[in-house]
């Protein structure tokens, strides 16, 4: 299958945020998490995207493929969007493996942060998200208003001397987190 999604901003880095759908799925369609980091115009529209895209199905099909799935084949996706405010254009984001609901980014303001996003991936697993249809909707900006207060950083660290992009979690150390700037 391959789909394509275009940004409303560019995206230095986006990562897969592990779910509990199960690892081996093969049957469609199929389910991914995403988290993103914009690099607005200007720093203060930046954001901190989550991404459901759900319903992703064949994207060619033969003979076969129609008997088999029907109508199925070609459908788009369904991609719904949890937008977190942030200042700065972000270099970097990854997804702590060991705990999926920590994001930690690093933005061109040298600020490195840790954000709990588990409010955000609640909304986006009941349906409280904007999607590619209703995108803007006063729904949409109401549930962006009531999780604005989970939005503020776990932690945060000021030390880096310029911005960076080296960001990564240790695979074998729970909550061990390494960073660097582009000054060493």
Known sequence: M????????????ID???????????????????????????????????IKVADMH????????VALHG?????DPVVEVQRIPYRGGINRVRVMPQAPHVVASMADTRMVHLIDVRPRLAALDAGDSESTGVLGS??????ARGTKSADVPVASFAGHRSEGFALDWSKK??????????EG
């Open 58 to 65: 064949r994207t060619q099909q033969d003979d076969d493929d």
């Open 2 to 13: 391959y789909h394509s999604m275009q940004p409303e901003w560019p995206c230095l880095s």
């Open 138 to 143: 006063a729904r949409a900006a109401a549930v």
């Open 71 to 75: 109508d199925e084949v070609d459908d």
């Open 16 to 50: 897969v945020m592990p779910d509990m759908l199960g690892a081996s799925r093969t049957a469609f369609p199929l389910c991914v998490y995403l988290v993103a980091g914009t690099q607005a115009d200007k720093g203060d529209q930046n954001q901190l995207q989550l």
């Open 173 to 182: 150390v729970r909550g061990r987190l390494a960073t660097g700037d582009c």
